[in-house]
């Protein structure tokens, strides 16, 4: 039996299909993380599965029983299953304890057990309209914790946070996980939020799932140029302009590059040669835009700042490569 199995799901919103025709299954610990354009359905889906919306046609069992949609029973959702909105809201000028302790269902340890995990224990003693956004989040988190759920839906959990709240964030998500044996779902826009936490990522668009796999296979080998752009900075070069390759089939002419598969040269031993057209500063490294005939690569670089107009040698990753 799985832990979630969902099941050729439409659903249509007007006249848009928001869902059709997902299907996929999650093991109980599995984290899965779903990415996609705005307007794919990666809301829709999440609710469906929540049991906050109802599909058109298809079904969801959680622990193989069928979760009910909003037409098929009184209150909509189901009670093993959390969803985190990220359009939250708390009631103003509530003493935080008395908030939380109005859907506690779990003895006073096992109630700080989950304050503790999302660093809120600080704060029951403030009032819910003294709180900052990241502050707010975590506490709607906990309250929906302590209804005692077994998967946990993540809907843009990091979208109006600053980066001091948004790392706090991550380290609760991943606790939720080791300390408290939650299985999650998550979606974020932001690639590198779910590239370092899910087992398995889906890609959406136009409520499909155009791409799935781990988080390495779904960023090294996307299957069209879509799923590559929503998970980070990339080059196409075309092989029969730059001759790196001998024998590819006509339809296999640009090869997909990502940042660190390309690497400037310091001993002046170097394949290729290139112009620097462009150098974006991000903290710990740059990003480089270099041109060889027409010809655009991005390339990760922590060493010198080099000049725009610089002529550089580098070289191209010889590991497993991958056309588009």
Partial sequence: MAFLEVNDLYKKEGDTVAVNGISFTQTAFQKIGIAGETGSGKTTLLKIIAGLAQPDAGEVFFLGEKVLGPWDQLIPGHKGIGYLSQHFELRNNYWVGDFLEMANKLTPEQAMQIYTVCQ????????????????KQRIALARLLTGSPKLLILDEPFSNLDFLHKQTM?????????????????????????LSWADTLLLLKDGQIVQQGTAQQVYLQPVNEYAAGLLGDYSLIDTTVIHLEKNLSSGQQKLFLRPHQV?????????????????????????????????????????RTPQKGEVLGFNISAGDRWYL
């Fill in 263 to 303: 690497q400037i040269s310091t001993n002046g031993i170097s394949s290729l040669k290139g112009i620097v057209e462009a150098v974006h500063y991000r903290g710990a490294y740059m990003l480089l835009e270099v041109v060889l005939k027409q010809q655009r690569f991005n390339v990760f670089h922590s060493g």
């Fill in 170 to 194: 991550k380290q609760v998500i991943h606790d939720l996980g080791d300390q408290l044996g939650i299985t999650c779902i998550m979606v974020s826009h932001e690639p590198a939020d779910l």
């Fill in 120 to 135: 809120v224990e600080h704060l029951l003693r403030r009032r819910t309209h003294q709180l900052s956004g990241g502050e």
